[in-house]
């Protein structure tokens, strides 16, 4: 029997002034857990018709904690496609075809995301679908190996940037215990050893694809009666796992780090700086100050990104990197030099520019125009269902709860230069950066 | 502010509930429009000027490229660049542009609460551009870049697609990338810009496309604004199906990289304005619908044999479809593609995966599609529909396709066009049009004459697999790892990579 605890969050859309002010998600929404530990979010729309599913996975490659273990969040995003006790993935796929859907899946660090768009007379039919491949897939050792080449091919296709392989030795380097040392694809040698990993696969499904991970998100033409009903339906028996990842912390880090890459093809030399830097939280400073700091300090309309790229034209790109991740991550810097003899010109003066805001305050005007911008561009995408669900994917990854979108924003508002200033302080040193360059070298043959 | 951010969003939703949109193509006016007027606070611009790579001079190739980022991403003559963005920072807006051979289009959008201003910059970036030289060096950088870095040594797939529209349109309005050429690029000057500008951004070929919750007089607004464009004349040239010559021709670019990305494809006479525009939709959606594993094609390569991570075909050009789930609006054109992408294999199964293209699509159009994969790939198309217009900005893109296209534009339409349609129609569309003695095929790997050796001699290309495989799939592999690809030796060619976009 399954009882179900239904918690009635019905965010105002007219409220009181401060309210106004703090709340940035604007659509009203239920909260339902099931005894298992399964969560449901409703998110009533009023686009028409569709209706978009989102299933958050609470798994993704932070939680491959083994050796030679790199890439299993994301194979598993594959199998995920193989069919189940009851659907074969041909059958599986002819469900998703007539009901004319949008499906597919995401993998990063943290989360693991499925999803489906489609018409609401359908909704019954893919839940039931969607159940049956999270309690009970089931995929033969050859459809296995055959996967694993096929995320080799997503390997292979991304091979080719040269920002990849940035990206992947940037985290190898920053990081020496905590699993973000790898990246979500996983590294080629372990790619390639997947298909000898059919038993590990099963331990890693068994370990993550559990209630107590996982939340569906429902949006779009939809009532929480129907949704939670389908939800108990179809997901109430789904036993709950009792595993919990041992994640190594990063110790501090105490010297600063680097790494050059030499590329065989042609291209323009790439330099990423980056610092360690905050864990997410929704009631803590320390991220949000930063959060609001990057497009200051290198944003486009920055005074390095102006000088850099379009008045000296140093720089064809310039962008900061600064995701929201559970355990502390890397704020950085990525440039592209459009000649490379200027590479320590630009080395010094981003390493300026994040030491130039150690010292100053940000202008307060500055950061209200800031401010602006990330609430206006959150409205500005919420522009459909699906939309409105993958906005709230990643954070329902981090809390599970779309309430944490408005705490955040309400601390944005709390954010006063002289924190920002304190942030940089507190991240923005020697010892806590890691560079890495990648730069054309001919192959020697 | 803020609160009324969040009552708007409010509206937009109820707005949609009511199917309050409507469009209109403006008859009162010079001045096309096609309007989609709602109560969204958000609200939508697409600028579409009927000009683009297709009218390049020749020896000026990239000239309608740069004049569009001229005016996306330089200042005008009251306000330099830096100050458009800084003036765009706190609305998170900004003006995207994208250069087609017939379609040029400025888009963005903006809360309501901010239309005046962004408005403003808007119209300025467009009627009154500074066409400064330091933002021409820049953007004509950026654009030599893109073609000789990002798509020249950083993206096999997308480099192998973009070269197969060069070689499919060789000799022909189309033939170069719609960024230019990396020669002509280099010697383009700004009076070469300020001309292109000139002649081409014309009220004969602007239309205006507006969706969302704008005032009902901002239209005439925006009119009176626009109408400061030079008169000109409507581009009306006629571009003639390609000319090309018989048999298959492969070209393999040379260059050094860890897998083989394949691309092939022919044009074809179709267009969405022709009547057997929803039947070969439908093949190709059968076929190889873009990012699904809901398609023949993907499921032979990719999931029975695990060849690679995806293989899609289209009737359409396509481009950009590495970062994209649905097709980009504004590529309209008079002439068009069938096309294979089949995403990178490793290279000892180039060959194979080649051959395997051949023989699924050799046997598309000798045995035409059933019954059953006819009903439930309408199923899906007749669905579909609400899938690729759910945003406001996507539903004012395909209007202004549709209004270029000459058909209605609705859902409705294509559902209605697809109820009509029979298996007899589409497996005669597909006896029609789904030629073989054309196709041109590009291939990016390293070991170019190895692959171009294997290929002309028509050696055998076995695959071994990691896993036991059905019998059917052995089977077919014995057929498939000899299937003969007819081409002659000499249009079998190797190109470096470094001449790629020359």
């Excluded at chain 1, 009181?16 to 703090?22: F, G, I, L, N």
């Excluded at chain 2, 006016?29 to 001079?57: N, Y």
């Excluded at chain 2, 010697?187 to 496309?209: P, S």
């Amino acid at each position: 029997m399954i009882i179900t605890v239904a918690v009635l969050l019905c965010l105002p859309i007219v409220t009181t002034a401060q309210q106004k002010e703090t709340q940035l998600f604007p659509y009203k929404y239920t909260m339902d857990d099931l005894e298992n530990g399964l969560r449901l979010v409703t998110v009533p729309t009023d686009y028409p018709n569709m209706v978009a599913l989102y299933i958050v996975v609470q798994a993704g490659s932070r939680n491959e904690v083994e050796p030679g273990k790199s890439g299993y969040a994301h194979l598993f995003e594959h199998l995920m496609f193989r069919g189940s006790e009851n659907y074969t993935s041909e059958q599986a796929d002819t469900i998703l075809k007539r009901a004319g859907a949008e499906s597919n899946a995401s993998t990063n660090a943290d989360r693991t995301t499925y999803y489906e768009t489609f018409s609401k007379e359908d909704l019954d039919a893919v839940m039931k679908l969607e159940a049956d491949r999270f309690q009970r897939l089931k995929y033969p050792e050859s459809a296995y190996k055959t996967e694993s080449l096929a995320v080799l091919g997503e390997y292979n296709k991304d091979s080719a940037d040269p920002t990849s392989k940035l990206d992947e030795v940037l985290h190898a380097t920053a990081f020496k215990k905590h699993t973000y040392a790898h990246t979500t694809i996983g590294f080629l040698e372990d790619i390639k050893d997947m298909p000898n990993q059919y038993n590990y696969s099963h331990q890693f499904y068994n370990r993550f694809y559990r209630p107590e991970y996982t939340t569906i998100i429902l949006a779009g033409d939809v009532t929480r009666e129907r949704t939670l009903e389908l939800t108990q339906k179809y997901f109430g028996e789904w036993k709950r796992g009792n595993y919990v990842p041992d994640i190594p912390a990063e110790p501090p880090q105490t010297e600063p780090r680097s790494a050059n890459l030499s590329w065989p093809a042609p291209t323009l030399p790439w330099l990423a700086i980056a610092f360690r830097g905050p864990a997410y939280s929704d009631e803590k400073k320390d991220k949000a100050a930063l959060d609001l700091l990057a497009p200051v300090a290198f944003g486009s309309n920055s005074e390095l990104y102006q000088r850099l790229v379009l008045k000296e034209q140093k720089l064809d790109t310039l962008y900061s990197s600064f995701g929201n991740h559970p355990n502390p991550e890397l704020f950085t810097v990525f440039a592209r030099v459009k000649d490379p003899k200027d590479m320590d010109y630009v080395r010094e003066e981003i390493l300026a520019t994040f030491k130039r805001f150690t010292d100053e305050t940000v202008d307060l005007e500055k950061l209200d125009a800031t401010r602006s911008r990330i609430r206006y561009a959150f409205a500005l995408r919420m522009n459909s269902s699906a939309a409105i669900a993958n906005g709230l994917a990643p954070y329902i990854g981090l809390r599970r709860t779309p309430d944490t979108v408005n705490k955040l924003f309400a601390l944005y508002l709390q954010v006063t230069p002289e924190d920002i200033r304190a942030m940089a302080n507190q991240y923005f040193t020697e010892n806590n950066r890691t560079i890495v360059t990648l730069t054309y070298e001919r192959a020697k043959n | 502010m803020f609160g009324r951010l969040l009552r708007g969003l409010k509206l937009a939703t109820t707005c949609l509930m009511l199917l309050c949109v409507f469009t209109t193509a403006g008859a009162q006016s010079k001045i096309a429009t096609v309007l989609q007027h709602g109560t969204s606070p958000l609200v939508t611009f697409r600028i579409l000027f009927m000009t683009g790579s297709a009218f390049d001079p020749v020896g000026k190739e990239g000239v309608a490229a740069l004049t569009a980022s001229m005016l996306a991403q330089g200042g005008t003559r009251t306000l330099n660049y830096q100050q458009i963005v800084e003036a765009m920072y706190p609305m998170a807006a900004s003006v995207e542009w994208q250069v087609d051979k017939e379609m040029t289009v400025f888009s963005g959008t903006t809360h309501v609460e901010n239309l005046d201003r962004y408005y403003g910059l808007l119209k300025d970036m467009l009627l009154d551009p500074g066409f400064r030289s330091e933002d021409f060096t820049r953007v004509r950088d950026d654009a030599a870049n893109f073609l000789k870095v990002s798509l020249r040594q950083g993206n096999d797939e997308e480099l192998g697609k973009e070269y197969l529209y060069n070689i499919i349109y060789a000799g022909h309005a189309y033939a170069h990338h719609s960024m230019g050429k990396i020669g002509s690029l280099e010697r383009l000057t700004l009076g070469d810009v300020r001309e292109f500008y000139r002649n081409h951004y014309t009220k004969a070929n602007l239309v205006i496309g507006l969706a969302g919750g704008y005032p009902e007089s901002f239209v005439q607004k925006v009119q009176a604004d626009f109408v400061k464009f030079p008169e000109g004349t409507a581009n009306k040239k006629r571009f003639d199906f390609p000319k090309l010559s018989a048999g298959t021709h492969v070209q393999i670019i040379n260059r050094d990289t860890r897998s083989t990305a394949i691309s092939l494809g022919f044009p074809i006479e179709v267009t969405r304005a022709s009547e057997e525009w929803p039947a070969l939709a439908l093949v190709a959606s059968y076929f190889g619908q873009h990012r699904s594993s809901n398609s023949y094609l993907y499921q032979r390569l990719r999931e029975a044999r695990g060849l690679n991570y995806g293989d899609y075909a289209y009737v359409e050009y396509f481009p950009r479809g590495m970062f994209r789930m649905t097709p980009d609006p504004s590529l309209g054109r008079q002439q068009q593609i069938f096309q294979i992408w089949i995403r990178p294999v490793e290279p000892e199964n180039g060959l194979f995966t080649l051959r395997a293209a051949f023989y699924e699509y050799d046997k598309l159009v000798r045995d035409g599609i059933s019954r059953e994969a006819f009903e439930t790939t309408r199923e899906f198309l007749m669905k579909y529909g609400n899938i690729l217009t759910q945003t406001q900005v996507a539903q004012l893109g395909y209007s202004l396709d549709s209004r270029y296209y000459g058909i209605p534009d609705s859902n409705a339409y294509m559902r209605d066009q697809l109820s009509k349609l029979t298996l007899e129609e589409v497996n005669r569309a597909i006896r029609r049009y789904l030629r073989t003695d054309r196709m041109r095929i590009v291939v990016v790997t390293k070991d170019a004459e190895g692959f171009r050796n294997a290929l002309v001699k028509n050696l055998p290309s076995p695959i071994t697999y990691n896993s036991p495989k059905p019998k059917e799939i052995m089977d077919e592999d014995t057929v498939i790892q000899v299937y003969r690809i007819n081409v002659k030796a000499e249009d079998v060619v190797v190109v470096p990579v470094e001449r790629v976009f020359e």
